[in-house]
């Protein structure tokens, strides 16, 4: 299987920082990388898929990069919508996993 | 508007069956594959199974594989995922998802159904 791994965690940002998320996945998975962004009590809504295409209706603050291994979401001003969990995911392979996640904390 | 809609969640004790389902609305059901993916009460995202567009192939995650099935109606445009001999940590909410756009990603998501497994 295929393992996904986040960092950090979590952070605390301010209103227009610049935040950056990465994700490795333990194996060469080419493009196949998505951004989920959830929120409490919601299902997790799509953000960026294939590494860096940006999903419709998603703002241009939002944008990921990457290949292979590792890869990397950035929003370049964060907003106090942004506030949640970050989530990276493989499709590279049927048994899709996800990362662990990076909460996202408004200071 | 596309669609999907979970139900069949509730308390359970361990070891007993659960059966969940997903009614899909808006699109062309048969085309697509789909997903469940389960979330622990504050805790990350845990894909769980897949079904091909015509239910011919199927996959799961080792923590499910022998216990739970997944299956498909494309006559009635339902998922179903069939869950026997629950343990307390299959206690989660419970998604169905599909990539509509063709994007290789779960761009369409249910609103979950809670399971809770305790004695």
């Known amino acids: 299987d295929i393992q996904m791994t986040q960092s950090p965690s979590s952070l605390s940002a301010s209103v227009g920082d610049r935040v950056t998320i990465t994700c490795r996945a333990s194996q060469n998975i080419r493009d196949s990388l998505n951004w989920y962004h959830q929120k409490p009590g919601k299902a997790p809504n799509l953000l960026i898929y294939?590494?860096?295409s940006l999903q419709s209706g998603v703002p241009s603050r939002i944008s990921g990069s990457g290949s292979g291994t590792d890869f990397t979401l950035t929003i370049s001003s964060l907003q106090p919508e942004d506030f949640g969990t970050y989530y990276c995911?493989?499709?590279?392979?049927?048994?899709?996993?996800f990362g662990g996640g990076t909460n996202v904390e408004i200071k | 508007q596309v669609q999907l809609v979970e139900s069949g969640g509730g308390a359970v004790q361990p070891g007993r069956s659960l059966r969940l389902s997903c009614a899909a609305s808006g699109f062309t059901f048969r085309s697509y594959g789909m997903h469940w993916v389960r979330q622990a009460p504050g805790k990350g995202l845990e894909w769980v199974a897949l079904?091909?567009?015509?239910?011919?192939?199927?996959y799961y995650a080792g923590s499910v594989k022998g216990r739970f099935t997944i299956s498909r109606d494309n006559v009635r445009n339902t998922l179903d995922l069939q869950m026997n001999s629950l343990r307390a940590e299959d206690t989660a909410t419970y998604f169905c998802a599909t990539s509509y756009g063709g994007l290789d990603a779960f761009d369409i998501w249910g609103q979950g159904t809670m399971v809770t497994v305790s004695s």
């Open positions: 995911q493989q499709t590279y392979s049927p048994w899709v996993s």
């Open positions: 079904i091909s567009d015509n239910g011919s192939n199927k």
């Open positions: 294939a590494a860096s």
